[in-house]
Nanobody, 112 residues
Framework: QVQVVESGGGLVQPGGSLRLSCAAS????????MAWYRQAPGKQRELVAT???????AYGTSVRGRFTISIDNAKNTVYLQMNNLKYEDTAVYYC??????WGQGTQVTVSS
């Protein structure tokens, strides 16, 4: 089993930045990839970014160029640096480990 815990959400103004963290614990040796998803009210959950332990990254089209995903393998922690935030980035952000394990989510609100 793997446990996943997100942190770092909050309220930020448009154009601002936030950094989310996702810490995995438990049977972390089995984790090959981690990802961030988000879900806005009334919308489907969408992929934000993925990363493998080797550092291969992929991004959703709406965040490409603004968000950066990174991983600290020693700490089993994934980060999501979010820059130039827009109103439409408001959502609950979820971390996923190995396509199976999900965290509880952290709220990101972009508002003036």
């Amino acid at each position: 089993q793997v446990q996943v815990v997100e942190s770092g959400g909050g309220l930020v103004q448009p154009g601002g930045s936030l950094r989310l963290s996702c810490a995995a614990s438990g049977s972390t040796f089995s984790i090959n990839a981690m990802a961030w998803y988000r879900q806005a009210p009334g919308k489907q959950r969408e992929l934000v970014a993925t990363i493998t332990r080797g550092g291969t990254r992929a991004y959703g089209t709406s965040v490409r160029g603004r968000f950066t995903i990174s991983i600290d393998n020693a700490k089993n922690t994934v980060y999501l640096q979010m820059n130039n935030l827009k109103y439409e980035d408001t959502a609950v952000y979820y971390c996923q480990a190995d396509f199976v394990y999900w965290g509880q989510g952290t709220q990101v609100t972009v508002s003036s």
